[in-house]
T-cell receptor
Framework: AAGVIQSPRHLIKEKRETATLKCYPI?????VYWYQQGPGQDPQFLIS???????DKGSIPDRFSAQQFSDYHSELNMSSLELGDSALYFC???????????????FGEGSWLTVV | AQKITQTQPGMFVQEKEAVTLDCTYD???????LFWYKQPSSGEMIFLIY??????QNATEGRYSLNFQKARKSANLVISASQLGDSAMYFC???????????????FGTGTRLQVTL
Protein backbone atom coordinates (compact mmCIF):
# COMPACT_ATOMS: atom_id res chain seq x y z
CA ALA A 1 0.00 0.00 0.00
CA ALA A 2 1.16 3.52 -0.73
CA GLY A 3 2.61 5.42 2.21
CA VAL A 4 3.39 9.03 2.95
CA ILE A 5 6.35 10.11 0.85
CA GLN A 6 8.75 12.75 2.10
CA SER A 7 11.70 14.35 0.37
CA PRO A 8 14.51 14.91 0.80
CA ARG A 9 15.33 12.31 3.41
CA HIS A 10 18.41 14.17 4.54
CA LEU A 11 19.62 17.70 4.06
CA ILE A 12 22.35 19.85 5.47
CA LYS A 13 22.03 23.61 5.46
CA GLU A 14 24.03 26.49 6.84
CA LYS A 15 22.69 29.03 9.28
CA ARG A 16 20.48 31.67 7.69
CA GLU A 17 19.83 29.52 4.65
CA THR A 18 16.43 28.34 3.45
CA ALA A 19 15.12 24.80 3.21
CA THR A 20 12.02 23.29 1.65
CA LEU A 21 10.59 19.91 2.59
CA LYS A 22 8.06 18.12 0.42
CA CYS A 23 5.34 15.69 1.38
CA TYR A 24 3.06 13.49 -0.71
CA PRO A 25 0.22 12.12 1.43
CA ILE A 26 -1.41 8.75 1.06
CA UNK A 27 -3.82 8.86 -1.92
CA UNK A 28 -7.33 10.03 -0.98
CA UNK A 29 -6.18 11.35 2.37
CA UNK A 30 -7.55 14.85 2.86
CA UNK A 31 -5.48 16.00 5.84
CA VAL A 32 -1.76 16.66 6.09
CA TYR A 33 0.19 17.35 9.27
CA TRP A 34 3.73 18.54 9.88
CA TYR A 35 5.64 17.62 13.04
CA GLN A 36 9.11 18.49 14.31
CA GLN A 37 11.06 16.07 16.49
CA GLY A 38 14.21 17.36 18.14
CA PRO A 39 16.91 14.99 19.39
CA GLY A 40 15.59 12.87 22.26
CA GLN A 41 12.21 14.58 22.19
CA ASP A 42 8.66 13.65 21.26
CA PRO A 43 7.19 15.00 18.02
CA GLN A 44 5.80 18.51 18.26
CA PHE A 45 2.89 19.58 16.06
CA LEU A 46 3.65 22.42 13.67
CA ILE A 47 0.71 22.85 11.32
CA SER A 48 -2.02 20.95 9.51
CA UNK A 49 -4.08 21.31 6.36
CA UNK A 50 -7.52 19.96 5.58
CA UNK A 51 -8.62 20.00 1.95
CA UNK A 52 -5.82 22.45 1.13
CA UNK A 53 -6.82 24.94 3.82
CA UNK A 54 -4.84 25.46 7.01
CA UNK A 55 -6.82 23.76 9.75
CA ASP A 56 -4.65 24.05 12.86
CA LYS A 57 -1.44 25.68 13.92
CA GLY A 58 0.94 24.64 16.64
CA SER A 59 4.36 25.78 17.68
CA ILE A 60 5.51 26.75 14.20
CA PRO A 61 8.04 29.60 14.12
CA ASP A 62 7.21 32.68 12.06
CA ARG A 63 10.25 31.82 9.91
CA PHE A 64 8.43 28.70 8.76
CA SER A 65 5.52 28.53 6.37
CA ALA A 66 3.63 25.71 4.76
CA GLN A 67 0.99 25.13 2.16
CA GLN A 68 -0.95 22.34 0.52
CA PHE A 69 -1.32 22.31 -3.22
CA SER A 70 -4.14 21.29 -5.54
CA ASP A 71 -2.68 17.78 -5.91
CA TYR A 72 -2.69 17.53 -2.07
CA HIS A 73 1.06 17.49 -1.73
CA SER A 74 2.43 19.85 0.89
CA GLU A 75 5.61 21.82 1.36
CA LEU A 76 7.20 23.17 4.51
CA ASN A 77 9.39 26.20 3.88
CA MET A 78 11.95 27.14 6.50
CA SER A 79 13.90 30.38 6.23
CA SER A 80 16.69 32.02 8.23
CA LEU A 81 17.62 28.61 9.57
CA GLU A 82 19.03 28.39 13.06
CA LEU A 83 21.08 25.66 14.71
CA GLY A 84 18.05 24.82 16.84
CA ASP A 85 16.05 23.93 13.74
CA SER A 86 18.11 20.76 13.39
CA ALA A 87 15.54 18.02 13.81
CA LEU A 88 13.60 15.22 12.19
CA TYR A 89 10.61 16.64 10.35
CA PHE A 90 7.64 14.40 9.81
CA CYS A 91 4.79 14.75 7.43
CA UNK A 92 1.70 12.70 8.20
CA UNK A 93 -1.66 12.21 6.58
CA UNK A 94 -5.12 10.95 7.44
CA UNK A 95 -8.60 10.79 6.00
CA UNK A 96 -11.59 12.28 7.76
CA UNK A 97 -13.89 10.17 5.64
CA UNK A 98 -12.96 6.77 7.04
CA UNK A 99 -14.54 5.49 10.22
CA UNK A 100 -12.29 2.62 11.15
CA UNK A 101 -9.16 3.00 13.22
CA UNK A 102 -10.16 6.51 14.18
CA UNK A 103 -8.80 8.11 11.02
CA UNK A 104 -5.34 6.94 11.88
CA UNK A 105 -2.57 9.38 11.17
CA UNK A 106 0.16 7.73 9.12
CA PHE A 107 3.64 9.17 9.14
CA GLY A 108 6.26 9.42 6.47
CA GLU A 109 9.82 8.31 7.10
CA GLY A 110 10.81 11.85 7.99
CA SER A 111 13.31 14.37 6.70
CA TRP A 112 16.49 14.83 8.70
CA LEU A 113 17.54 18.49 8.70
CA THR A 114 20.96 19.43 10.00
CA VAL A 115 21.82 23.11 10.29
CA VAL A 116 25.54 23.86 10.57
CA ALA B 1 -1.11 20.15 32.02
CA GLN B 2 0.44 17.18 30.31
CA LYS B 3 -2.16 15.47 28.16
CA ILE B 4 -0.23 12.23 27.69
CA THR B 5 2.06 10.81 30.37
CA GLN B 6 4.47 7.96 29.90
CA THR B 7 6.26 7.38 33.18
CA GLN B 8 8.74 4.74 32.02
CA PRO B 9 11.70 6.34 30.22
CA GLY B 10 13.19 2.90 29.58
CA MET B 11 12.21 -0.72 29.88
CA PHE B 12 14.00 -4.03 29.45
CA VAL B 13 12.34 -7.30 28.51
CA GLN B 14 13.71 -10.70 27.65
CA GLU B 15 13.01 -12.21 24.29
CA LYS B 16 9.73 -14.17 24.16
CA GLU B 17 8.41 -12.47 27.30
CA ALA B 18 5.49 -10.04 27.44
CA VAL B 19 5.93 -6.39 28.38
CA THR B 20 3.52 -3.60 29.31
CA LEU B 21 4.23 0.02 28.45
CA ASP B 22 2.25 2.50 30.51
CA CYS B 23 0.29 5.49 29.23
CA THR B 24 -2.11 7.77 31.04
CA TYR B 25 -4.01 10.62 29.45
CA ASP B 26 -5.96 13.69 30.41
CA UNK B 27 -8.88 15.11 28.47
CA UNK B 28 -12.31 16.54 29.13
CA UNK B 29 -13.50 15.69 25.63
CA UNK B 30 -15.85 12.67 25.66
CA UNK B 31 -14.66 11.69 22.18
CA UNK B 32 -11.02 10.88 21.71
CA UNK B 33 -8.69 8.31 20.25
CA LEU B 34 -5.55 6.80 21.65
CA PHE B 35 -2.69 5.61 19.47
CA TRP B 36 0.60 3.84 19.91
CA TYR B 37 3.52 4.35 17.55
CA LYS B 38 6.89 2.61 17.33
CA GLN B 39 10.00 4.55 16.38
CA PRO B 40 13.08 2.41 15.65
CA SER B 41 16.53 3.95 15.67
CA SER B 42 16.20 4.57 11.94
CA GLY B 43 13.63 7.24 12.79
CA GLU B 44 10.40 6.32 11.05
CA MET B 45 7.14 6.51 13.02
CA ILE B 46 5.17 3.29 12.66
CA PHE B 47 1.50 3.05 13.64
CA LEU B 48 0.79 0.06 15.90
CA ILE B 49 -2.69 0.20 17.38
CA TYR B 50 -5.69 2.44 18.02
CA UNK B 51 -8.37 2.61 20.71
CA UNK B 52 -11.44 4.84 20.50
CA UNK B 53 -13.04 6.30 23.61
CA UNK B 54 -16.34 4.61 22.82
CA UNK B 55 -14.88 1.24 21.91
CA UNK B 56 -16.26 -1.45 24.20
CA GLN B 57 -13.45 -3.92 23.66
CA ASN B 58 -9.72 -3.55 24.01
CA ALA B 59 -7.95 -3.22 20.68
CA THR B 60 -5.66 -5.97 19.45
CA GLU B 61 -3.32 -6.10 16.46
CA GLY B 62 -1.27 -9.27 16.26
CA ARG B 63 1.18 -9.29 19.17
CA TYR B 64 0.02 -5.84 20.28
CA SER B 65 -2.93 -5.25 22.55
CA LEU B 66 -4.14 -2.16 24.30
CA ASN B 67 -5.30 -2.39 27.91
CA PHE B 68 -7.84 0.42 27.96
CA GLN B 69 -9.13 1.45 31.40
CA LYS B 70 -11.33 4.45 30.77
CA ALA B 71 -12.11 5.30 34.38
CA ARG B 72 -8.41 5.36 35.19
CA LYS B 73 -7.63 7.19 31.93
CA SER B 74 -4.98 4.69 31.05
CA ALA B 75 -4.16 3.02 27.73
CA ASN B 76 -1.28 0.65 28.28
CA LEU B 77 0.36 -1.18 25.39
CA VAL B 78 1.02 -4.88 25.87
CA ILE B 79 3.52 -6.57 23.58
CA SER B 80 3.43 -10.35 23.78
CA ALA B 81 6.27 -12.71 22.85
CA SER B 82 8.83 -9.92 22.51
CA GLN B 83 11.30 -10.08 19.64
CA LEU B 84 14.68 -8.44 19.21
CA GLY B 85 13.15 -6.30 16.49
CA ASP B 86 10.77 -4.78 19.02
CA SER B 87 13.64 -2.76 20.48
CA ALA B 88 12.62 0.84 19.78
CA MET B 89 11.06 3.96 21.23
CA TYR B 90 7.32 3.68 21.79
CA PHE B 91 5.06 6.70 21.83
CA CYS B 92 1.53 6.96 23.15
CA UNK B 93 -0.53 9.69 21.50
CA UNK B 94 -4.04 11.12 21.74
CA UNK B 95 -6.37 12.79 19.32
CA UNK B 96 -9.26 14.73 20.85
CA UNK B 97 -12.57 14.96 19.06
CA UNK B 98 -14.82 12.52 17.19
CA UNK B 99 -13.48 9.80 14.94
CA UNK B 100 -14.85 11.15 11.70
CA UNK B 101 -15.19 14.57 10.18
CA UNK B 102 -12.32 15.96 12.18
CA UNK B 103 -8.75 16.80 11.35
CA UNK B 104 -7.44 17.26 14.86
CA UNK B 105 -3.81 16.70 15.63
CA UNK B 106 -2.07 14.08 17.73
CA UNK B 107 -0.45 14.98 21.02
CA PHE B 108 2.40 12.69 22.02
CA GLY B 109 3.82 11.48 25.29
CA THR B 110 7.55 11.56 25.95
CA GLY B 111 8.01 7.95 24.95
CA THR B 112 9.39 4.74 26.44
CA ARG B 113 12.55 3.17 25.10
CA LEU B 114 12.18 -0.61 25.04
CA GLN B 115 15.20 -2.87 24.88
CA VAL B 116 14.65 -6.56 24.17
CA THR B 117 17.44 -8.79 25.45
CA LEU B 118 18.41 -12.39 24.71
Amino acid sequence: AAGVIQSPRHLIKEKRETATLKCYPIPRHDTVYWYQQGPGQDPQFLISFYEKMQSDKGSIPDRFSAQQFSDYHSELNMSSLELGDSALYFCASSSTRTGSSGNTIYFGEGSWLTVV
Amino acid sequence: AQKITQTQPGMFVQEKEAVTLDCTYDTSDPSYGLFWYKQPSSGEMIFLIYQGSYDQQNATEGRYSLNFQKARKSANLVISASQLGDSAMYFCAMREGPNTGTASKLTFGTGTRLQVTL
